[in-house]
T-cell receptor
Framework: EAQVTQNPRYLITVTGKKLTVTCSQN?????MSWYRQDPGLGLRQIYY???????DKGDVPEGYKVSRKEKRNFPLILESPSPNQTSLYFC????????????FGPGTRLTVL | AQTVTQSQPEMSVQEAETVTLSCTYD???????LFWYKQPPSRQMILVIR??????QNATENRFSVNFQKAAKSFSLKISDSQLGDTAMYFC????????????????FGTGTRLTIIP
């Protein structure tokens, strides 16, 4: 089944404790992206990647890191999480570009205490 | 920077009626894409419809259609014969194609409209 998977689905952590949210797609997509969703703010793009080893900042990259060492994986890293990073996070992928249909993962609910 | 505005935070409509969700955007570019994405209570985001700015004809997908007014920078979504399964958060999104020529592949979303279909 073609899908985007994220792990974990739910995470509660404390300020400053490094964490990684994994994202994987099995559709051989070139484009991958991370978003955060907050009430009243909609979805905001954090980072995106056009291909392996090619990443670029979205609108809200501060406090986040990403890597794209393999085409299928695009982990989101929070080196020192803070409470303002409490949010719902979505990973998405598309065939080549952002103009192609984005396929979203199920979301990761992160709470930073 | 491009901005996308959805001025209706919440809407509700009776089943089988028609509803229109509004979206306006701000850009100085002439070539871009616009999208409507749906997020039902399951949280799974799904593409509803896509419009290319250089195409005059409004996009349609079954009961979903758009009214694209390029000069007014307006991109509304019309849902005909609404069904209970249409209950969801709807997001309008924008992508500048001309910026993509310079490596910018950012996708900008609006704040969403929560639509409830009443039985």
């Amino acid at each position: 089944e073609a899908q985007v998977t994220q792990n974990p689905r739910y995470l509660i952590t404390v300020t400053g404790k490094k964490l990684t949210v994994t994202c994987s797609q099995n559709m051989n997509h070139e484009y991958m992206s991370w978003y955060r969703q907050d009430p009243g703010l909609g979805l905001r793009q954090i980072y995106y990647s056009m291909n392996v080893e090619v990443t670029d900042k979205g609108d809200v990259p501060e406090g986040y890191k990403v890597s794209r060492k393999e085409k299928r994986n695009f982990p989101l890293i929070l080196e020192s999480p803070s409470p303002n990073q409490t949010s719902l996070y979505f990973c998405a992928s598309s065939l080549l570009r952002a103009t192609d249909t984005q396929y979203f993962g199920p979301g990761t609910r992160l709470t930073v205490l | 920077a491009q901005t996308v505005t959805q001025s209706q935070p919440e809407m509700s409509v009776q089943e089988a009626e028609t509803v229109t969700l509004s979206c306006t955007y701000d850009t100085s570019e002439s070539n871009y894409y616009l999208f409507w994405y749906k997020q039902p209570p399951s949280r799974q985001m799904i593409l509803v419809i896509r419009q290319e700015a250089y195409k005059q004809q409004n996009a349609t997908e079954n009961r979903f259609s758009v009214n694209f007014q390029k000069a007014a920078k307006s991109f509304s979504l019309k849902i005909s014969d609404s069904q209970l399964g249409d209950t969801a958060m709807y997001f309008c999104a924008f992508m500048d194609v001309e910026g993509a020529d310079f490596g910018n592949e950012k996708l900008t979303f609006g704040t969403g409209t929560r639509l409830t279909i009443i039985p």
